[in-house]
């Protein structure tokens, strides 16, 4: 019987490994593709693992500056966290690996395509609905909802059975790692009352062990986006692994949260976002001085929608391109040098600077006197905004 080809986005995890045997099993040629996204030395462990699982067509390709360019850098000019704390690595890599993973399947003439997302989790959605919006005909296996593996004992006592070797730490969380941030989840983690163990985290360090002298470092933005470490111009990966390591080595950037999923799920995820926190830290302080009022509060009420599309798997919806453009637009007036003072998971603005600045020191100052601004006027401001109050 003549195998069907099937394109799986593999990580080169317990999940995503497993799939591999058990699709293989099913009678599918796999053909596998890893999104080099910053995970480092775990792309050739996942090229490794898929040779050893027999795979004979294996693609890998560098994302790293789309992925900045693309998807991290416009994301941050929302200036917004989904539920006001989460930095969304995890949901802005999807789109990516999707788009990706789709040029392979329609290179490869197949109209099959696989991932190792979870029934309950988000992923799934984020996943199938690019897969849906490049080929509404496209043909998804999605192992978590119809095997008889159903729970991590079994995944891990299938990988004993049939040879398929993971790492210790694989065995207590699955664990998502990208130049963004890292996640953590499952495992312990689903006990609300275990603390994780300090070498659980990989990115950061605790703010008791964090290096006991501050750091200064000025940030310089144009149209939204950082430019420039202390006036020095770097490429757009450089500049993220430069603020991982000064946020890693300072406590910046992690957190434990308990997240509200897409289908309604609570779930507690640990994140680590060191670089990424810098800049969202930096970028808000930089558009409280530029932005016009209207224009601020605009943003950041359209901001929280924008990010629950993305966290829901709407990266390439209508509505999401649509906000986008608005968000854009007013990046123009972003432009700037922010100067922070990082020291013990702690992170203040020293100082600010733009040409576009809003902010004016004599109409501000209680020691001088404004000509575009008299005190005389607050009283009818007063008196008109007390009406409906009185009345």
Known sequence: MLKKKIVL???????????????????????????DIGQGDEINFAKNKAKKL?????????????????YIFPYLRSSSEYENSYLLGTALARPLIVKELMKISFYEKTNFV??????????????????KYFNPNINIIAPWRIWEINTRDKLLNFCLKNNIKINKKTK?????????????????????????????????V?????????????????????????NNNYNNETLFLKLNKIGSISGI????????????????????SPGATIIMFARKH???LVLDKEIFYFKKSISLKYSSLIYNGFWWSPERILLQNIIDYTQKYVNGVIKLKIYKGVINVVSRYSFNSLYSQKNSSFNEISEKFSQLDSSGFININSLRLII
Not at 26 to 33: A, L, R
Not at 173 to 185: A, C, P, R, V
Not at 189 to 196: H, K, Q, V
């Open 9 to 35: 986005a593999y990580s080169g995890g317990l999940d995503t490994s497993v799939i591999i045997k058990w699709l293989q099993e099913k009678n599918f040629e796999v053909i596998t593709f890893t999104a």
């Open 54 to 70: 027999n795979v004979t067509r294996i693609y890998i390709k560098n994302l790293k500056n789309e992925f900045i360019k693309n």
């Open 114 to 131: 696989s991932h190792g997302a979870t029934g309950k989790g988000n992923d799934q959605i984020r996943f199938e609905l690019g897969f």
């Open 172 to 204: 207590k969380f699955s664990i998502d790692k990208n130049l963004f941030h890292n996640s953590y989840e499952g495992g312990d983690l689903e006990n609300l009352f275990f603390e994780p163990n300090e070498d659980m985290w990989e990115n950061t």
């Open 206 to 230: 605790s703010n008791q062990i964090s290096i006991d002298y501050p750091i200064y470092l000025s940030l310089t933005f144009k149209n939204g986006d950082l430019i420039k470490i202390n």
């Open 253 to 272: 950037g992690r957190i434990d949260i308990i997240e509200n999923r897409f289908i309604g799920i609570k779930s507690r995820g640990c994140y680590e």
């Open 286 to 288: 930089l558009e409280d």
